[in-house]
């Protein structure tokens, strides 16, 4: 305990602790998550990822031949909502609403449209066949419809990358040191500060 001056800290959360508080708080959006929780979380959700990816190609189920792959898509669903509560929790303890997760979404989704469109429209333009539109004719390349395309998957990728790197600033913040409107500071060791002159 410590009496004036800084708080005490809680040491860094290890990768253990990390993915054990996430299962435990499996729907929890409430409260405040560490910096260090989220990337522990993120890392070991990755490398398990990995790992399913590698045993779903070791038994056949590649996504060219059945579109998915299904231990992947069960380990995904799986974490979905510890993902979205460990985000919405890192949120408040920058002292952000966890609504902003919504943001992301929804403009990473209305991103996709010019890549959509892009490609719908690269498709119908860019290739013509000289015996018209019968099947097995020969078919020649437009230029101009490729162009659209690739701008298109170009503004795309930018506002996905933009998302990223917006994610990532955000989620490697320092928290807001002591409470905030979303809770108490994880960080700090309970009941830790006292002014001098008090009784502990």
């Avoid at 045993?55 to 299904?70: E, H, I, K, N």
């Avoid at 403009?107 to 066949?129: D, R, Y």
């Avoid at 004719?137 to 170009?154: H, K, R, S, T, Y």
Wanted: proline share 4%; charged share 15%.
């Amino acid at each position: 305990m410590q009496y004036g001056g800084a708080p005490e800290s809680k040491p860094m959360m290890t990768i253990q602790e990390s993915v054990k508080t996430c299962l435990r708080k499996y729907a929890d959006f409430s409260g405040r998550a560490t910096r260090a929780e989220i990337w522990w979380w993120v890392l070991a959700t990755l490398l398990v990822g990995i790992g399913i990816s590698v045993v779903d190609s070791a038994l056949g189920f590649t996504g060219v031949s059945y579109g998915f792959t299904p231990l992947s898509t069960i380990f995904g669903l799986a974490i979905l909502l510890p993902d979205l509560a460990v985000t919405c929790r890192r949120l408040h303890d920058i002292g952000k609403s966890g609504w902003w997760q919504l943001a992301w979404y929804i403009i990473g989704f209305l991103c996709a449209i010019p890549l959509i469109l892009g490609v719908v429209f690269g498709v119908v333009t860019s290739f013509s066949s000289t015996d018209g539109w019968e099947f097995g004719g020969d078919w020649e390349v437009n230029a101009d419809g490729l162009i659209v395309v690739l701008v298109g998957i170009f503004l795309s990728l930018m506002v996905w990358l933009g998302l990223a790197v917006w994610w990532i600033l955000w989620m490697a913040r320092q928290g807001e040191t002591g409470p905030n409107r979303y809770g108490p500071d994880p960080r700090a060791v309970s009941g830790d500060t006292l002014e001098i002159g008090e009784t502990p």
